[in-house]
C-alpha cells in the first residue's frame, strides 16, 4: 500500500502563502490520482484539489480553491500552493491517493491517506 506523508503546514497571517508537500512511496501501488482534502474544526472532511497522476493537465478544484490555490506533482511528491489565505482555510490537509485513474471530489473514493498537516490562518 502507498504511503503519504504531508508536510509544510504551520502558523500563517491572512493574505500570507504556504506551500504543502506530500510525499509518497510505495511498492507495487499504482497510483491512479491524489487529491487534497481538508477538515476545517468541528466540519465534515472536504476536498481542495485533484490531479490525475499521468496527466500533466488534468485537474480539479473545489470553487473556494480555483482562484487561489494550485496542485501540482513532480516525481513523487505533490504539492499544494495556496496564495492569499485567510482564516476559512484554517484547517487540517490531507493527501489522498487512488488506484483508478479518475478525479474524484469523493473521500469514499481514496484508499490510502497521510496523517494530515496543520494550516492554521491568523486574522
Known amino acids: 500500500q502507498v504511503r503519504l506523508v504531508e508536510s509544510g503546514g504551520g502558523l500563517v497571517q491572512a493574505e500570507d502563502s504556504l506551500t504543502l508537500s506530500c510525499t509518497t512511496s510505495?511498492?507495487?501501488?499504482?497510483?491512479?490520482?491524489l487529491a487534497w482534502f481538508r477538515q476545517p474544526p468541528g466540519k465534515e472532511r472536504e476536498f481542495v484539489t485533484g490531479?490525475?497522476?499521468?496527466?500533466?493537465?488534468a485537474r480539479d478544484y473545489s470553487d473556494s480553491a480555483r482562484s487561489r490555490f494550485t496542485i501540482s506533482r513532480d516525481s513523487n511528491t505533490m504539492y499544494l500552493h495556496m496564495n492569499s489565505l485567510n482564516p476559512e482555510d484554517t484547517a487540517a490537509y490531507f493527501c489522498a491517493a487512488r488506484r483508478l485513474r479518475e478525479l474524484s471530489r469523493s473521500a469514499a473514493d481514496f484508499h490510502s491517506w497521510g496523517q494530515g498537516t496543520q494550516v492554521t490562518v491568523s486574522s
Open positions: 490531479l490525475l497522476w499521468n496527466s500533466p493537465t
Open positions: 510505495g511498492h507495487g501501488f499504482n497510483i491512479g490520482a
